[in-house]
């Protein structure tokens, strides 16, 4: 329960600073351009809001709504998720949104997703030159890596340890890394001391995607580093630098085979445990916490295999972390084509799955770089062409510019309801996959 309410906090905390910075984004540039902003909102707020006020000659509303499903800023005259019509109907006004020149009207709407971007830039400039970059290089693995099931169906094996693809040397076990895997022709592996290689199917990644067990980790023999006071390791016995063999006689000889044993028990489940101490086997019954695990903290992997750490100045981290958002950038986008897939859509999450990838623990580290990744990812589907989103509301801008007409205000309407359907409907699938995969 404490790791849900970790998790949860850092999805708030995350979010709520995304949608400030992409509605900022908004307000700054209709205010340069002398647009009245008459709302400026944390979440939804239909019918009622949790807290709002309004400074002394200011013509703009703050406050935090009750619906935390993002967070809007109302730009007078102006289609948006407030559907004010009776606005609309109004003469233009000169403090309006629609009465200033198209490309006025351009930077106000993409002034959002350009905050956001901005902001995941300056993120990843922040973490290089804070804690640099950490990583494990893939031929220091001596163990080799345990793949998941699609991975050894695609010609991988327990143990190979990772080295190029189509020629390019692989650097670490991260989304770069799986991406030139998964889009090579070639990938070559040590296997027994032996350079092999593995041809890679077309289908690969959709593979990977479809089975939803990711491709591969660390081959590494779970060790206990400390054991959780008054857990059911402590009360068996178990000790800080026992080597675990066994659960329920299957054995462990990687962490990922301890974690899958665990997940298929009940939570108060009592497990035996085979273990090794000062050259000693024992058995001990564990009986599993609510979450199903032993209570205890494994080793970390880098005290297993030294880690390979980079340290940057502040000039020297600069180009670090642009360099990192745009790579973060350019992968998403080219990973996004698997969402038009059967496997892709299957495994789109709503806010369960993304409160999933933060860390378990309190990690500054961990938060800022997942807030990085989904700035990018949100500043990445709001320049989409649908209506209702940022991207919508270019595209009828440009279709203004090159035929020099506007769209109706009526056709403006209808779109916006439609758009915000196809975004609700969106929601709501997301979020019931992840229900359905709570339940399964």
Not at 115 to 137: H, V
Request: net charge neutral.
């Amino acid at each position: 329960m404490e790791t849900f309410f970790i998790k949860a906090l850092q999805l708030i905390m995350s979010l709520s600073l995304l949608v400030i910075v992409h509605e900022f984004g908004h307000f700054i540039f209709a205010r340069l351009f002398k647009v009245r902003v008459e709302k400026f909102y944390l979440f939804f707020n239909p019918w009622f809001s949790l807290f709002k006020f309004k400074p002394k000659k200011s013509e703009t509303e703050y406050g935090i709504g009750w619906l935390p499903l993002g967070g809007y800023v109302k730009i007078a005259g102006m289609i948006d998720e407030s559907m004010d019509k009776e606005q609309m109907k109004q003469p233009e006004q000169p403090w309006e949104f629609r009465s200033k020149p198209a490309w006025q009207r351009l930077l106000i709407m993409i002034g959002g997703v350009l905050f956001n971007f901005i902001l995941a830039l300056l993120i990843y400039i922040m973490i290089a030159f804070t804690w640099g970059k950490t990583y494990i290089p893939v031929q220091n693995v001596t163990s080799g890596f345990t793949f998941s099931q699609a991975a050894i169906d695609a010609g991988f094996m327990n143990g190979d340890i990772l080295l190029s693809a189509d020629g390019e040397d692989l650097k670490a076990l991260d989304g770069k890394t799986l991406r030139m895997i998964a889009e090579a022709k070639e990938v070559k592996v040590l296997r027994h001391g032996n350079p092999t290689s593995i041809a890679i199917p077309e289908d690969f990644m959709l593979k990977l995607v479809a089975s939803q067990e990711g491709f591969a980790s660390y081959r590494v023999r779970p060790v206990i580093a400390d054991v959780v006071a008054g857990g059911g390791a402590d009360k068996a016995g178990l000790e800080k630098g026992s080597k675990i063999l066994s659960v329920n006689y299957r054995l462990t000889e990687d962490i990922s085979q301890l974690f899958k044993i665990l997940d298929n028990c009940n939570p108060g489940d009592s497990v035996t445990v085979c273990y090794q101490k000062d050259s000693k086997t024992n058995f001990v019954k564990v009986k599993l916490n609510d979450d199903k695990k032993l209570g205890i903290q494994l080793q970390p992997i880098t005290e297993v295999y030294e880690p390979k750490v980079e340290k940057y100045s502040l000039f020297e981290a600069i180009p670090v972390g642009v360099k990192q958002g745009f790579e973060t950038l350019s992968g998403y986008i080219s990973d996004f084509k698997y969402v038009f897939t059967k496997e892709g859509a299957s495994s789109i999450g709503g806010f369960g799955t993304i409160g999933s990838i933060f860390p378990a623990t309190w990690n500054w580290e961990g938060f800022w770089n997942m807030t990085a990744f989904l700035s990018v990812i949100l500043a990445f589907m709001n320049i989409l062409p649908i209506p209702a989103l940022d991207g919508g509301h270019v595209l009828f801008l440009l279709y203004e510019v090159i035929v020099r007409r506007k769209p109706s205000i009526k056709f403006m309407e209808y779109a916006q309801t439609v758009g915000m359907f196809l975004l609700f409907a969106l929601l709501i699938y997301a979020n019931a996959n992840d229900i359905i995969r709570l339940f399964n």
